[in-house]
């Protein structure tokens, strides 16, 4: 594996110890939710994945707030079929869980006949990116609202219009490269982002997020762009196209609660 400078946790004795990166800007004493799902992406697929299987889909349930403090995760599986295998996965900080995970493998096959409708246009990666080195990368925000559609400065893109992002993000473990899968699940979690952007900033929290993918991505960095946002009463959900350098992959999905008294203003 590649060596990196960076990560959003330390593994000591088996617990997982947060970085300063890790750090939530909703509250100095949370952590991201990139960082919680791209941990539990990491111990399924160490731990349950099967080779050349596809991780179709992981969901990961958000709710209760992951503190600074070091956590711990513990896996289960659950099935183990001819086509589809399927684990469970829980977060604890001491004996409290925090948060939990599923995952389900499905092993590829052939396509059948016919043609399925899917839609006309397709997301795309900024123009001129550079998808070669390791590590982290600044992330590319986009948006339809926006002169040149994508730029680096995301207060550029607090508008009403269409989000959307192309990121490389910090590895999971400090030293460590990412697998396609974890890197998908890191930067999957933006569905929040991109599906709840407003032009006054993010004033939703992430309850959940639901990743399903049909392969798994090429190159070190992945897209994400806004699909759908239905809201009411301060319940919002929120959907997304996955994709990368050789078109969309998978979606995501994420139900959201208000949460304007720590609105974030990205202007």
């Known amino acids: 594996m590649g060596r990196t400078e960076r990560g959003y946790f330390t593994e000591v004795d088996g617990r997982f110890v947060p970085t300063e990166i890790a750090i939530s800007p909703w509250s100095p004493d949370m952590i991201v939710g990139p960082c919680v799902c791209g941990l539990f992406a990491r111990e399924l ?29 513990e896996t289960t599986l659950v099935r183990d079929g001819n086509r589809i295998r399927v684990a469970d996965a829980q977060m604890l900080q ?51 609202g926006h002169p040149d559609g994508w730029s680096r400065k995301r207060s550029e893109h607090q508008n009403s219009s269409r989000k ?68 009411a009463d301060g319940v919002a959900v929120g959907t997304s196209v996955l994709f990368d350098s050789l078109g969309p992959f998978g979606a995501g999905m994420v139900v959201a609660l208000a949460n304007t008294h720590r609105q974030v203003d990205f202007g």
């Open 45 to 73: 697929e160490n731990r349950h994945a099967v080779e050349n299987w596809v991780p179709s889909r992981l969901t990961v349930d958000l709710f209760k707030p992951v503190r600074t403090d070091p956590v711990t995760v």
């Open 164 to 231: 959307r992002m192309w990121a490389r993000q910090f590895p999971v473990i400090l030293g460590e490269e990412t697998s396609p899968f974890v890197r998908t699940a890191i930067v999957g979690e933006g569905t929040s982002l991109v599906t709840n952007w407003s032009e006054r900033g993010v004033g939703f929290i992430n309850a959940d997020l639901t990743l399903t993918l049909s392969r798994l991505p090429v190159g070190a960095e992945v897209g994400v762009e806004a699909d759908h946002h239905i809201g």
């Open 94 to 144: 001491g004996d409290d869980v925090v948060a939990r995970a599923t995952v389900v493998y499905l092993r590829p096959s052939e396509q059948p006949p016919g043609t399925v409708w899917t839609r006309d246009e397709h997301p795309t990666p900024p123009p001129g990116h550079a998808d070669t080195t390791a590590g982290f990368a600044p992330t590319w925000f986009g948006s339809d």
